[in-house]
């Protein structure tokens, strides 16, 4: 059947603008004949000749996979059970083409209401947004389709007929080309013609609906007819009275089918592109709801209104170079409501012509897509920025720097400040992780105000920051100048009270910078010399600045080297374990120190102050620390069967890493009690180092180790974070005298009194106190008037293998059995 030629004239039918926008194809199904009908626009959307007409299983055919199966269920149910379905499926044409497509179907039923097949709507959906499936559904049943008993004509301002469908050509008795042109109301009895005009004209006049009903056409049949006013004339139904209430049914949709739409639908004019541009001739409710204008507000107006003052520029363009060419475009576009509100909409703009190719108006509809903005916002800002702090993350510093180093581009000169904060763990473990990130924050604001405009502040994590110094033309200090400049008001800065709830924190930092630009650098490089000096900074007592330079990168590279060789000479046990005895007043033995010794083969002999802070840096210290402390408890137990040697003690350093291992603990009572031995033959030698963060539970800790009866020694005493306070506190047993007192013990008189002062301490707090480092009788003698009775050093013997010591120990035997005396 031959399908409804569209309108030429600007009162083209409202619905079937909308439809045929939205690329719409029409079928029909015949149950009892076993028929098919499809419309062109359907056999081009299969990618068919219009005129191939398939059967039901080849249509069926074309759709993928389970969508076939999905579809065909959907026809059954309509036919036999009346159900209407509403389907999005993926088509497959001729060509191979797939394209998802909502298919929208209703019972086809005969005059006396039995099912006699099914009829629906095909329309083609972009991925992301298509019309409603109750538009197509009601399209359907519009009589818009072919085989419509609905009769349709349009008449301009003065009346004449511009259109007619064959229905009305057949309800009328003219074709078409006695129709057009002619007065709508010649075609009704002469008595009804004047009335007819008046009635029509003033209609069109005030531009209002019209609504007659039971009219005598001439000659045809009684007719209602409903008038719609629509661009610069009306749209007329005309349908006959034995139809009247299916008619109105189908009107009532009319009516309403677009205006329940939620996505937002206009319809402009098809008036140029430029100034004042096209004006809207049709808005439905969901506009009006989401906009919050009325249909009168912005009638005849253009919708360039809708998107404020700050126009997208590139999404209108695309806009109007699509009208200009008469194509279909989608954008994403921010319009605003009446009362000033932004939102988002994913705009779909179509064009809709007539059979000639005239363009008549254009469509578009708009999905609102605020919600999904805002997370696409979110996710972006996430990405380059620093949720805590506001401030920019890791992935923008490093974007900065690769175009500041001409990675990206031209290099530039500038300064690179490595920011951490002093002692940031001490808040986080005593105050909680709360304020220490309410302390991050006001961190982050102090030092925005400490750079220029155009310098980067950025956060690493945790609480490390970092601040990029770029030379520029509008700019043009020295960066090292810069860099002092800026330095000193971060110290200052961030060196003021911090006002938490209900607690005061003071907190200084340490400060890295690397300058960079007069020669070719690396952005790793840069990250790491910023990160050297850093440390720098926290090794010369924090609260400093430190700028790189190359020595700082040999030492790092030196260190970096005996790290590696480090790891590999343990894996290959070439790490040993001597011991150095400690003797007391008389010359006996009272026990001995374990020390580590590592015979490097290239290097020879590595001394522990040599890579004992690397062994600590890569934590390779736990592993063999707890090494040592098994080795040393088995040789307690081996001398603990022999009655000359069961009186000795081996003391064990401990690192403060060790120290605070969570399994340290555990690991001294296993090795004690696996060994059998005395607990207070295991004495642990700990640094001063151990106070100087963290007090209480370390103290904790002291006190598990005395509970189980192994001794405690404080190493080094005097030259690290001494103090009395804290001493007297301590759970110890043992204080020893540093070396470096020792040394010039008898020709300085400010490390013979700090020796003293030492020995006298231990006496009045009832601790026992040894001296190392003692290598003249001279010094040893003065120890002894002092009241230090227990000595170690090179004068009664060097550090040893367990073999020679075990032979140093067998001498030394053999010579107290002779009479001997020592005098002091």
């Known amino acids: 059947m031959k399908m409804d030629r569209l309108i030429a004239q600007d009162s083209q039918q409202l619905l079937e603008l909308v439809e045929r926008s939205a690329f719409v194809g029409f079928w029909r199904r015949d149950a009892r004949a076993g028929s098919l009908y499809w419309s062109p626009q359907l056999a081009r959307l299969h990618g068919a000749p219009q005129d191939f007409t398939p059967d039901f299983e080849e249509a069926l055919s074309h759709y993928v996979g389970e969508h076939r199966t999905e579809l065909r269920e959907a026809v059954r149910a309509c036919e036999e059970e009346g159900k209407p379905f509403d389907l999005e499926l993926q088509l497959q044409s001729l060509q191979g083409r797939r394209t ?67 229905q009305a050509e057949q309800l009328l008795g003219a074709a078409g080309d006695r129709l057009l042109g002619r007065k709508v109301w010649s075609f009704f009895q002469m008595r009804l013609r004047l009335a007819l005009e008046e009635r029509f004209m003033q209609a069109l006049d005030k531009r209002e609906a019209i609504e007659l009903e039971e009219l005598d056409a001439q000659g045809v049949h009684w007719l209602e007819l409903r008038g719609f006013p629509f661009g610069a004339g009306m749209a007329l139904h005309l349908r006959d009275v034995s139809t009247r209430r299916r008619a109105q049914q189908h009107l009532t949709l009319l009516e309403g089918s677009i205006a329940r739409l939620n996505d937002i639908v206009i319809i402009t004019e098809a008036a140029p592109f430029r100034a004042p541009g096209p004006r809207i001739v049709f808005v439905n409710d969901a506009f009006e709801r989401r906009t919050g204008y009325t ?142 990130d309410l302390l991050l924050q006001q961190v982050g604001r102090r030092l925005r105000n400490c750079v220029a405009k155009g310098d980067l502040v950025a956060r690493l994590g945790g609480d490390e920051f970092v601040v990029l110094i770029e030379n520029t033309p509008q700019k043009p200090l020295d960066p090292l100048t810069a860099a002092q400049i800026v330095s000193q008001r971060v110290l200052e800065a961030l060196g003021q009270p911090y006002v938490l709830p209900g607690y005061l924190h003071h907190s200084t930092c340490s400060i890295g910078v690397t300058l960079f630009g007069k020669q070719p650098s690396s ?3 840069l990250l790491k010399q910023a990160d050297l ?31 590696a060789d ?11 374990i001597e011991y150095q005895p400690q003797v007391g007043l008389d010359g006996s033995m009272t026990g001995v ?47 603990a069967q022999r009655p000359d040697r069961a009186h000795l003690s081996i003391a064990v350093n401990v690192s403060v890493r060790q120290f605070r291992h969570p399994e340290f603990i555990d690991e001294v009572v296993s090795c004690v009690r696996r060994s059998g031995i005395p607990p207070d033959r295991l004495k642990l030698e700990l640094t001063e180092s151990l106070l100087a963060d963290n007090l209480e539970a370390t103290i904790a800790r002291m006190r598990n180790l005395k509970e189980m009866g192994v001794r405690l020694s404080v190493d080094d005493f005097g030259i690290g974070y001494s103090s009395l306070s804290y001493l007297k506190r301590l759970p110890i047993d043992e204080l020893k005298i540093d070396r470096a007192f020792v040394k010039d013990i008898l020709t300085d008189g400010n490390d013979a009194a700090i020796a003293a002062t030492i020995i006298d301490l231990c006496r009045n707090l009832g601790l026992e106190v040894i001296a190392e480092g003692v290598e003249t009788e001279e010094q040893r003698a003065f120890l002894a008037r002092q009241g230090c009775h227990r000595y170690q050093g090179y004068l009664f013997c060097r550090p040893l293998p367990l073999e020679q010591l075990e032979e140093f120990m067998d001498a030394k035997a053999a010579a107290t059995s002779q009479p001997s005396s020592v005098e002091t």
Not at 107 to 131: F, K, M, N, T, Y
Not at 133 to 145: D, F, N, P, Q
Not at 405 to 426: S, T, Y
Not at 547 to 563: G, I, S
Request: a negative charge.
């Open 100 to 166: 998802w497509v909502r298919c929208v179907g209703e019972p086809l039923r005969d005059a006396h209401g039995a099912i006699v097949g099914s009829e629906g709507i095909v329309q083609e959906i972009a991925p992301a947004g298509h019309a409603s499936g109750t538009l197509l559904r009601h399209t359907v049943s519009m009589g818009g389709a072919p085989g419509s008993a609905e009769a349709f004509v349009t008449i301009d301002r003065q009346g004449r007929i511009s259109y007619a469908n064959e």
């Open 295 to 436: 249909r009168e507000e912005v009638l005849g107006r253009s919708p360039r209104f809708l998107q404020g003052p700050d126009t997208q520029r590139p999404q209108l363009d695309r806009i109007r170079t699509a009208l200009e060419q008469w194509e279909r475009v989608r954008v994403d576009l921010i319009n605003y409501t009446k009362a000033g509100e932004p939102y988002w909409v994913d705009l779909d703009v179509s064009p809709v012509w007539d059979e000639s190719r005239r363009l008549t108006h254009w469509v578009a509809v708009g999905r609102d897509i605020t919600e999904r903005k805002r997370d696409e916002e979110k996710i972006q800002y996430l990405a380059f920025y620093d949720p805590l702090t506001q401030l920019p993350n890791r992935q923008t510093l490093l974007d900065r720097l690769h175009d500041a180093v001409g990675e990206n581009g031209h290099a530039r000169e500038g300064a690179l400040m490595f920011i951490d904060l002093d002692n940031f763990k001490v808040l986080n473990d005593t105050l909680g992780h709360q304020k220490g």
């Open 523 to 525: 952005v790793n490089e």
């Open 533 to 563: 000096a850093m440390y720098q900074a926290k090794a010369a007592g924090r609260n400093a600045v430190r700028f790189f330079d190359p020595e700082m990168q040999e030492v790092a590279t030196a260190n970096a080297a005996l790290a």
């Open 566 to 576: 480090l790891r590999q000479a343990w894996r290959d046990n070439h790490l040993q």
């Open 593 to 639: 120190e374990a020390l580590l010794r590592w015979q490097h083969p290239t290097r020879g002999i590595v001394g522990p102050e040599e890579f004992i802070p690397t062994a600590e840096e890569t934590s390779l210290i736990i592993p063999i620390g707890h090494w040592v402390l098994e080795a040393a408890c088995a040789q307690l137990a081996v001398w």
